[in-house]
């Protein structure tokens, strides 16, 4: 397994009880911050992992979203909330979802009916001036930390990777899939609503630019070789995107489809233990992936 940047810990949120689901980055040194701190149903594990480096949520300085979907992003409130100094980074078309939720909340009350407490727990509103709003191209200086901000749509047009140039550290969301420990494979991770597999090549490009050592993902853990990490990803998402073209042309129902990328994955994973296949079940669902790939090839279509 690739080693930890300096600096760097990293705290599994232990999802519904499961490990290598949801990783939390913490960045210790003199201006402890989280980046992705998961949703606050997970915040016992978060709190533990913080204990365990004799931290609390009130030491924390700030907290790093690369994106504003619930696993990654839910527990933000709740922490701005319980620490007042809190700042909270994120991209400017996240802001007036995390400063008035409903209508994310909704969205996604639609896709998770009664399962949302379990899975996701509150998801509080930020006050607009705890927010710090990311374009891309800043520099966030946390105390003797220079994090640097790459706009990076493709999975979410509100997307964004942070850098740290000085140990060549890329905090990717999910703009790297998901590659769990257990199994070499990374699985492609494209949720509706705005899978934008141009924007996402043109990311993809633009990061490999900076030459970045390490990937940190959110599902899960450091990666190593980004080229090659990305190569096989972007192999599996073009596949992928091909099979959702491919049976969106001969009309077939959405469970056949469905079961037509789970088949590939089924494939990829067969050599993998049962834990570690419902591990990424849990991490990346395909058939949320199959529902983003069709939203994205019916847009173009129109």
Do not use: C
Request: avoid cysteine.
């Amino acid at each position: 397994m690739t080693d930890l940047p300096p600096g760097v810990s990293m705290i599994d949120a232990l999802h519904l009880g499961r490990p290598h689901v949801i990783a939390a980055y913490l960045l210790t040194g003199d201006a402890p911050a989280l980046v992705d701190p998961g949703p606050a149903s997970t915040l016992p594990a978060i709190e533990a992992g913080l204990a365990a480096h004799g931290l609390t949520i009130d030491d924390l300085h700030a907290v790093l979203l690369t994106h504003i979907h619930l696993d990654h992003a839910g527990a933000a409130g709740t922490l701005a909330r319980r620490n007042p100094r809190l700042r909270v980074y994120v991209h400017q078309r996240g802001a007036p979802h995390l400063i008035a939720p409903e209508r994310l909340i909704n969205s996604a009350q639609r896709i998770y009916g009664d399962q949302m407490a379990a899975l996701w727990g509150e998801f509080l509103p930020l006050p607009a001036d705890r927010l710090s709003i990311l374009h891309g191209g800043e520099t966030i200086q946390l105390g003797s930390r220079r994090i640097e901000v790459l706009d990076a749509p493709g999975h979410a047009s509100h997307h964004v990777v942070y850098l740290e140039p000085a140990f060549g550290s890329a905090w990717v969301g999910d703009i790297a899939g998901a590659r769990l420990p257990g199994a070499n494979y990374i699985q492609p991770a494209t949720p509706p609503p705005d899978i934008d597999l141009e924007a996402w090549r043109a990311t993809i490009d633009t990061l490999l630019a900076m030459h970045p050592q390490t990937l940190l993902l959110t599902h899960f853990g450091p990666s190593g070789n980004p080229a090659h990490h990305f190569a096989e990803l972007w192999q599996a998402t073009t596949t992928w995107a091909d099979v959702v073209r491919s049976s969106l042309a001969h009309s077939e129902d959405e469970a056949t489809a469905i079961a037509r990328l789970q088949l590939l994955t089924d494939q990829a994973l067969s050599a993998a233990p049962a834990a570690v296949r419902a591990e990424y079940a849990q991490a990346a669902s395909v058939a949320m992936s199959w529902h983003g790939l069709a939203r994205y090839w019916r847009k173009r279509t129109a």
